[in-house]
């Protein structure tokens, strides 16, 4: 990909006929769609019948786009295998937890894990990859399409005698899951690892090693076809390689991007969710460090099926949420999708063109969205994202692991989510890091909602603390092994050795009638919490309910720097203060400088160019307007005037983009 | 059968010992109950076993009832076939949608379409037919009972032979069909008939022709298995042949009764929800126009079993609602059930008699009703239910768009029914009509929530304009093409050529802050809404959201009428008052003159004698009393006296009758 | 079992190693545990492989307890086989009403009626009982655990046969069958016991016979097998023998207890539901009545499990509970669990000592019930609970019959346990009785929702208010026949004749503006309810509604006592009023005396001791600290200083043990 900034839609040219076909790229060229993505559902397009490969219809698309100016983004077909595949053929279906096997006709049908659709996704791949590789249209790859968004884990046989196999790798000796897993409870006890089930349905809940080591295996499988699906891409192209996933779907996405060359993601938060929106982007930006990631899909207006939508956006928000992706490390923004479905089930979804090749509600936000493309891209184009001061630790695993138990219906992502946007709120920049991402570099580490924190993770942030870091660690962090257990030194295991806390013991404050203090301000406390003694490293206590006078807060020194355990979640809108002052008390301790002092609605996203110089990209997202506080005398990027030092103003959805002296 | 007003009962002779049936029948003759309607369940006691089948028991009621004055109507028992039907043979039994076989011990437990049902079913019923065809007591015939009521599309083999075979007779070749559902989305294409799955469990929606198809497909199974059994009994009998059907129920109505001789309806609405009471009468008077309909089925006070209850009627209401419905055309008003049930699983069902023999909760209406239908017997014979001259296209095939396209929800009988309400609010006289129906007569059509607008019905409708008719149409009606896919051509296909309107887009309004704004009123805008170009056709338009300006309501000459396009739903209490507005206007243009000033919770249902007098049967509903103004002199039709024109008032669930001079 | 009270945990030394196991010894001394119920989940410890028996390892640890003053109940294991059991042998599996078959993994997932699973359980039970019956440490046995806590009637092919058997012991012929359950209805009619259906999935509810005959069915295979391992044991020792049980349960409690020697039960009652707790406890009392029962599992603060988690108590609120329990009749109040589990699915369990060997929040209460079992145990020795003079009836077959027959999601635990608690609120001393508990010394009896009155029941009321008993009946007793049908002489079968009252009709009174007046309160009615005649036996009359005028409350007086017939519940916060009110007159007239003054959220339990003197027990257990009025001076247990007459008061979770001379 040569360096510049995409702006692009979801393309189906195999659903209509050529007419539509030049008409949908004479309308692209005026809407300034840059690059289309192309053929993930298109199996039974390039192979109609079993054997009868065919990818020529493709590569003419791709060719016809480039002529036109558009570059293209291959997809390889494998979340619709055809009827060929499907038909009469239960045991290559997906089945889910309650045993039902998924019959054809909608998508995410097989199982993945399946040895002859493995054969059959290998031998397609194969060949578009040979046939399109080196299209000098082709810009990029995404291997398949939202890996496990409509399931989870599959429990067909195939994956049953998988999940053996991988449990054998694994332990080695049934005796070892045995012990990890403390199975002698409930006579639970595997004497091979044929026996070992898939958490089929039970009376009750099943132990919780195996809920947890089921989905692990899951996301271990998913990743590892996509591994394979890269491996025979690249041995005809040399264009970088991407999935389009997001936070909710059944999979690792840490261990997903491993062995792929860009992370990219789909969203459809609606405005009112624009936290979940601006975390997608401090999260992807981090899974390939250093990498712009892509916004694969996003619609133009409002998300859409046969049973159900979301509410449209408001006029220029479109162009605000774009703006802030490029600025935060974006290098495409892409709709899903380009013209309106004619048929399917996905019919009423938001598009930039309709079924009858008119625009559609969300179109003047396209056009919005291109003039911006075009102000700011040289400015992105010489400037990169600036690292945070201050990260927090995403990770799927920790999703996972809230799946086997939710203690209370706890929902992870809006758990993570709102956590997340108290520093936006808060004017705090960040990044957020999957879970085995270096720390250079960061001042404060937050790890909230992660309940094992490995031996690995421990001691890099121990390394991190003692090189002068404050790591905040908590809620709900550390109270549980690597295998679902519960430790059997300390509640947190050695982590309590580390900083030198007492955990004196762990329970759900909610509905107790206790609060915490701490630095000043008081909140009620929620959630499975774990409870320190009250000693030296104190800094928040509480009061009322069972542990009166006991802390949730502390603070322990470590080489050059602190460890600060946060044992329960301030909540409500005390909560929410309260746990404000603890996040701004640790990074304003720790000097942290990259912040900026912007109202509610309005975000900064820093970028750093050549001779270090700042820039500022400023949106306002809520419609409403706001201002941010500049530090220093600035020159205006459209300008090219001088901006004075002290407030500084954007109208709604407006962005302005600054650069310091 | 000869003209009268019955007054009815469902009833079970067959579960009760000869002494209590002594006892009901002279019970019967005392409330005035005229007709039975019996046998619908008995299958077990005319062919306990296999082959042996003997009428004789019902032979016998029918005479003994008729000696006793009360008529019958004959039920075919297919809605529940035998244990030697059913023990053992998973084959025949209805599979529901996940994939769950039905076990025998309740209703609807058998597969309609297995050849041995059918075989057996025709088999029992051509022995009723040819028992009981020629007695003297019996007057009509209801097939089966309640087809599709606690079921609907079966997933058995048996239906997915004949679901292949049903397409084959649609599409002739599959790439038609292919072509026709755009199958080549999500590589669902199928190569021959026998890939077309059922729409069983899947990641994720079918595709929505495939799911619309399947229903229709299922629709079109039981009116054909109605037909058939229809065809039977004919040959032996030549009274009149119905089904008691309901909205809910998953049937087409309008097709079920093509091959019926007269239309009737269950219905258990509690008073509150009376606004779906008389859309029911005002529909089923229109499914065999000219020919009074029945009320098959109602309780005398609440309905309930083992698992739920209804709120009883308050005491007056079911002599309001009895005269309600035979002045709309009704000429039976009958009971579910005569005596409570013993056993089963709708023991706490109200009736007109208790287990032991004695009066409900309901008895004392079921006096008034007989006291009312005494009184008015001769007026509703020497007069007939006055055509309105507004018509409302109701649609089962509309409710099926609505299954397979919720949208958000919709519950397609709850939209239909607050539409119809305001008819009922602004006095306006109204049928409701099944798509095909004929337009004579009418002066405006209104065409709400009929998302597939034939061609054959346009064309008749756009006939109606131009002889003077007005068409309003919408909300949420044109925009999908038989098939239940989206037009290619236009928003709304054809429609906007024939009016001239331009629908620029379609989007969901819901929460977008966006108002509508026409004749005076202003209204938030909901649901899935179509957006119009501000133009010469517009006559109502959008404040605020993302359409500022544009047009919601617009309004096209056409020959001698108009053709009115309502792009949205205006919501709340504003927009019942904009509703109402818009229905106000349009009618009271066509100079609709059937209508009345009523005051809220009384209705007037204008009836016309020989030499087109006209009879006006004014009913409160809501027990408050109510009134209307007489537009001219007329006589009262019980006191004979003359009454003046102007401000005529009704007591609490009184009924008047008026005849204008 | 030597008379003392016991205080103990749930302990599964299996799941630990030997150094844990002599730091939980030491532990237990300390925190005051003299008894540990150990074994109930341990088949696999004791039969790792099919056929291989060794029960040493609990040999051991019971005299290892022993030597240490903790004496043990052992459990028989048979809630959990082991995967020799249930590998590759789903025919052994307990299956679920949609036809699920459950997995290895969980527990309950064996079919406890399949011949193979009483084969090995009996065995496994044999060893046992032969190698621990006659260890000096063991005081009692408890069977399996918590049957049917997780799962309810089993649909197996194994059940399926069981389940004819049982019809055909029961009916003798199918004809009998027939007709009692009316099969005449629906064409449901069986020609042999081999074609009556298990309740499996149909389109409708089944017949409500079937259904309750079926939960019966279920309800005595388990008491069957209770039964049948109890006398395993008794080969072998001669120690007491119990289950563990609860109201929530798929059991017939009063015939689970039977063949047991003393009842124990299960709560996890939080503070707020304490009304349930004390119900527990005066029901239980009753099942063995003269012997005491356990609480055989509470939490020391909060149940949890992987997804859910109950409000920890409050400080003090632990030993309110265990004193409350004491008083009322328990000879032990154990804990679940001693040490928190490490692996599993209930980690987050409340317990004594955490996973990590350290006290729990629940800890300090553990000692606080201790310090209060020492003080308090010479006087539970020298006293028993006094008999009440007020009973109510419980009954699980009434639980089954509102299981088939909910009316409107009626919740028959949350109803009786309302009606129960106005009796608390009053202050009156009440024994809860199980359906055929003998009625000598009450004076007042309740039977609120009790469907189904059998004739031995009603004669047995019938004598006791003969010889000067009151007895109310209702509401919602007496409508149903012993086959779940319907009466059909009147409305409450002989009953009726027997109190000389007439029943009217019933119907659901909710929603209908319908207020009852008795003894100078009103208030609405609701529920299912019957309505009398307004006659001489009328005392509580209906106001508004269908049923102005008629009754809703009779007396009737029958030899030297009365029949009270109360038709409708009293609703909201008046009907909680008028209801107090009818109790309250009831009980006033009967001369009770057993009845205390005593505030709100404090309880009296009145025991006896030698020479008849009285002792109260006086427990505050809502923290808010309370008052009772004492009628004569007294003692006070513990200071043994004279109190006088009057007000006495207790502090927050306080309690005081008195004495009258």
Partial sequence: MTKKLYH???????????????????????????????GEFAWHTMEPEEGKIDISFFVNIINKLYENGIETVMCTPTPTPPIWFTHNHPERMYVNQNGETMGHGSRQHACTNHPYFRQKANEITEHIAKAIGHLPGLIGWQIDNEFKCHVSECMCKTCQGLWHEWLENRYETVENLNEAWGTKIWSEYYHSFEQVPQPHPAPFLHNSSLSTKYRQFSMEKIAEFSDSQAEIIRKYSSEPITHNSNIPFAVDNERLFENLDFASFDTYATQENKASYLMNCDLWRNFKKGKDFWIMETSTSYAASLESYASPHANGYLKAEAVAAYALGAEAFCYWLWRQQRAGCEQPHGSVISAWGEPTVGFQGVLEVEEMRKKIEPIMISTRPLQAEVALTYSDQAKAYFQTEPHQQMDFRGLVTNFYHHFVSLGIHRDV??????????????????????????????EFVKNGGTWIVGPISGGRTGEHTIHTDAALGKLEEVSGVKALYTYPL????????AFGESAPLGLWSTVFENDE??????????????AFLTESKLGNGKIVHLGSLPIGEEGDILLKKIIDHYVTSADVTVRTNVSNGTIVAPRVGENSTQTWVIVNMDGQGGQVDLPAEAIDEFSRESVSAGKFEVGPYEYRVITFK
């Fill in 8 to 38: 692009g839609a979801a393309y189906y040219p195999e659903l209509w006929d050529e007419k539509v076909i030049e008409e949908d790229i004479k309308l692209m060229k005026e809407a300034g769609i840059n690059v289309a993505r192309i």
């Fill in 510 to 517: 909610d509905g107790t009638g206790s609060k915490g203090t």
């Fill in 433 to 462: 890091l999957p879970e085995s991402a270096h720390l250079e570099g960061y001042k404060v580490l937050f790890t909230p909602f992660l309940p094992h924190i490995s031996d690995e993770y421990r001691e890099r942030a121990v």
């Fill in 537 to 550: 490293t104190t800094v928040g206590t509480i009061k009322g309910g069972n542990s009166e006078g006991k």
